[in-house]
């Protein structure tokens, strides 16, 4: 009687596909979730945004003057620099590099 070799099951190529699908989506996650933006620096460039558009409006209008409204631009600078320095600044905990 001759013996039959054992054979080894290999693995379906659409387990192969599947895993790597799944692999592929994850990455995919991880990546958008990396490179989404910071709430904290949205809701900052946000609400400086519009206090910059209401100035600009109050002062077209001459409703503000000259000196007011330059302090509300140089606010409205700082809280921009904040929000980048939160946005893009070290994500360790330590000094934020800008």
Known sequence: MAKKKYKKRQHSTTVEAKRQAEQERL???????????????????????????A?????????????????????????LILALRIQFGSKNGGNPKL
């Not at 990455?27 to 558009?53: C, I, Q």
Request: charged fraction near 20%; hydrophobic fraction near 45%; glycine fraction near 6%.
């Open 27 to 53: 990455a995919d996650e991880k990546s958008r979730s990396r490179n989404r933006m910071n709430p904290t620096a949205r809701l900052l460039l946000y609400g400086d945004l519009v206090f910059l558009a």
């Open 55 to 79: 100035t600009s409006l109050l002062y077209a209008n001459k409703l503000l003057s000259d000196v007011v409204s330059g302090m509300c631009t140089i606010i409205g600078l700082i809280l």
